[in-house]
């Protein structure tokens, strides 16, 4: 019954094709072109306050000096390794850890790639983890609705697995994480 209506629901989403032919229309790479010119001719520049101006003159590594920090300070409170976190914790975190990663990439060229890499992967690892783990959602919303008792709890059981297994993994990314280095303080 899951496997059916997984299936039912696959087929209400847009094939590949339809989303590359979509990529290549004239309409999205006009957009694409317009967005370019904009960037690049500077028209974002009017929408800038006086404090935004300021900052934006400042050289990126002041602003590298001061964001990474605070923002690896974020992540230390929400993944510190003294709590426990349920999935909708890690759901709730997955923005701040989005955000801390792609900080860390757009500064990345003022810092070693070596010492960056090894830094981020194991946080890159339990971004994929929480995905995974919101993959399970829809699921769990599945297992809920099955009829038979005897189906219901295997596949609560297959879930409960699966879940410890992600959890496990997930706790070993974030102990190898909070114990590194910042690649910024070396």
Same mark, same amino acid.
Request: charged share 30%; net charge negative.
């Given at each position: 019954?899951?496997?059916?209506?997984?299936?039912?629901? &696959?087929?209400? +989403?847009?094939?590949?094709?339809?989303?590359?032919? !979509?990529?290549?229309? $004239? /309409?999205?790479?006009?957009?694409? #072109?317009?967005?370019?010119?904009?960037?690049?001719?500077?028209?974002?520049?009017?929408?800038?306050?006086?404090?935004?101006?300021?900052?934006?003159?400042?050289?990126?590594?002041?602003?590298?000096?001061?964001?990474?920090?605070?923002?690896?300070?974020?992540?230390l409170d929400a993944f510190d390794e003294s709590k426990t976190?349920?999935?909708?914790?890690?759901?709730?975190?997955?923005?701040?850890? &989005?955000?801390? +990663?792609?900080?860390?990439?757009?500064?990345?060229? !003022?810092?070693?790639? $070596? /010492?960056?890499?090894?830094?981020? #992967?194991p946080w890159l690892d339990l971004l994929q983890g929480i995905?995974?783990?919101?993959?399970?959602?829809?699921?769990?919303?599945?297992?809920?609705?099955?009829?038979?008792?005897?189906?219901?709890?295997?596949?609560?059981?297959?879930?409960?697995?699966?879940?410890e297994s992600l959890f496990h993994a997930m706790t070993q990314?974030?102990?190898?994480?909070?114990?590194?280095?910042?690649?910024?303080?070396?």
């Amino acid at each position: 019954m899951m496997v059916k209506t997984l299936k039912a629901e &696959q087929t209400q +989403l847009p094939e590949r094709e339809d989303i590359v032919a !979509l990529l290549h229309t $004239s /309409r999205y790479c006009n957009l694409l #072109l317009d967005l370019s010119r904009w960037i690049l001719s500077k028209g974002w520049q009017p929408f800038l306050d006086e404090k935004a101006a300021d900052k934006l003159a400042q050289p990126i590594q002041t602003l590298a000096d001061k964001a990474l920090p605070e923002s690896w300070h974020e992540l230390l409170d929400a993944f510190d390794e003294s709590k426990t976190l349920t999935r909708h914790e890690y759901f709730d975190q997955y923005p701040r850890l &989005q955000r801390n +990663l792609v900080l860390g990439t757009c500064l990345a060229s !003022l810092f070693d790639k $070596s /010492r960056r890499k090894a830094f981020r #992967l194991p946080w890159l690892d339990l971004l994929q983890g929480i995905e995974e783990l919101r993959l399970l959602e829809p699921v769990r919303d599945l297992v809920a609705a099955i009829d038979d008792d005897d189906d219901k709890q295997q596949a609560e059981k297959w879930l409960a697995r699966k879940e410890e297994s992600l959890f496990h993994a997930m706790t070993q990314s974030r102990q190898t994480g909070l114990r590194l280095t910042p690649y910024w303080q070396e």
